[in-house]
């Protein structure tokens, strides 16, 4: 037999139920720890974090893919290391801010009603999208540092527009708190150690994390890198190899030549022997990876641009240069003007005293100033020259 059931009643029975159960979080919940001031503090460092982060990342990404009339300059050498060294070493170092964070403000995943007005739904929506971008922000990149893609998508486009989702939702979210953060700056409510002891605890995690992985882009501290998985001065030639010639299908083979071809006026087929023979100059560059790495390294070779000139070309001409290895993301990569016009841009055939091992990118690779590694193409055997 089936029971008849008033539904009035069992409204007011769920009412009542959720009642008694907002009740019980709450005294389940009374940590100081989980505050208001505590949640704006980490809220803050935060928001100081993540707009470091999406600010050096457009600047890899467009650096990377610029639109046809952004140019990037040549100078300072050193620029791409010190903005993506701050990317990785801030994203690392975020990890335990967010995690320290979403501890002290999750009591509100319980909050009854989930949904009070439209407003409110709005809210917790920016806030879902801020806190599940953030995560996916943080596991990708965290994964991709260390070369491990164990997910269905490719990383930089996904990590790419994520950004934008995680950052429009941190203004939103950061205009709709400001109170909170203005609230900072009043003296703080009378409370034991507890909570200075906790966001101490937290700067102590995420220093932690900065100091061991800074050391694979600042070599003083290479010693302490501890969770790094490249280091300066270590690989072949004193230097780390991403992808290796193996990895890439790349062999040594005989007969080797550049060419160079497109919009110059007399094409070129330069053997070995014959970029020896042209002014050699040596450049001290380093190789600023994407995933954070970056290490410094003495190059020997030819100026790019002393093989470009001795084809014709135009001052305003762009590169494409193109590797031996078949197929390939980054099997080739595009040199603007202010990029091969700088001195210091080489087709290297020496890396630290000795002939570029295979894994370098023997027998010639690209090394150029202010560029990211994955743009520093090895095993160059194209230049194609385009307008
Ligand atoms: N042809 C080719 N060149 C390439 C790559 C590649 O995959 N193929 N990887 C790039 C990346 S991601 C980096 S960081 C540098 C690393 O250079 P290294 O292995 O000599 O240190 O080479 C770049 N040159
Ligand atoms: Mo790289």
Redesign the pocket.
């Given at each position: 037999m089936l029971r008849r059931v008033d539904p009035r009643r069992l409204i007011r029975r769920i009412d009542a139920e959720s009642e008694h159960l907002t009740r019980r979080i709450a005294t389940v919940f009374t940590s100081r720890l989980h505050d208001e001031r505590t949640a704006a503090w980490l809220g803050v460092c935060l928001g100081v974090s993540f707009t470091v982060a999406f600010v050096t990342g457009l600047v890899s990404h467009f650096m990377q893919h610029p639109p046809s009339w952004m140019v990037w300059p040549s100078r300072p050498v050193g620029l791409y290391r010190l903005t993506q060294g701050a990317h990785v070493i801030c994203g690392m170092a975020t990890i335990p801010l967010l995690l320290a964070k979403l501890w002290t403000v999750y009591p509100k995943l319980w909050q009854w009603p989930p949904i009070r007005s439209a407003a409110h739904a709005a809210r917790r929506g920016v806030v879902f999208l801020l806190v599940g971008g953030s995560l996916f922000q943080l596991v990708t990149g965290l994964f991709n540092v260390n070369y491990w893609y164990p997910f269905p998508f490719f990383f930089t486009v996904a990590h790419y527009w994520t950004a934008y989702v995680v950052f429009g939702a941190l203004l939103i979210h950061a205009a709709d708190e400001w109170a909170k953060v203005r609230g900072l700056r009043r003296p703080p409510p009378p409370y034991g150690p507890s909570r200075r002891g906790f966001l101490a605890t937290v700067a102590g995690a995420c220093g932690l994390v900065a100091v061991t992985t800074v050391g694979e882009t600042f070599t003083p501290l290479g010693d302490l890198a501890v969770l790094a998985p490249r280091r300066p001065g270590t690989?072949p030639q004193r230097?780390?190899?991403?992808?290796t010639a193996l990895a890439?299908g790349v062999t040594r083979g005989t007969g080797w030549r550049l060419t160079v071809t497109g919009a110059v006026r007399h094409e070129l087929s330069l053997s070995l022997d014959d970029l020896r023979a042209m002014p050699r100059h040596v450049v001290r560059l380093p190789?600023a990876?994407?995933?954070g790495w970056s290490?410094e390294a003495t190059w020997a070779g030819v100026r790019l641009r002393d093989v470009l000139r001795a084809a014709g070309v135009e001052d305003d001409v762009r590169v494409r240069v193109e590797?031996l290895?078949k197929a390939?993301l980054?099997?080739t990569s595009q040199v603007d003007p202010p990029h091969w016009h700088d001195p210091l841009t080489l087709l290297a055939l020496e890396v630290n005293g000795e002939p570029l091992s295979l894994?370098?990118?023997y027998p010639c690779?690209l090394i150029a100033p202010d560029r990211p590694?994955?743009m520093?193409?090895?095993?160059v055997a194209r230049l194609e020259v385009s307008r």
């Open positions: 690989g230097l780390p190899v991403n992808k890439a190789i990876c994407v995933e290490a590797s290895e390939g980054y099997r894994d370098h990118g690779r590694g994955v520093q193409t090895k095993w």
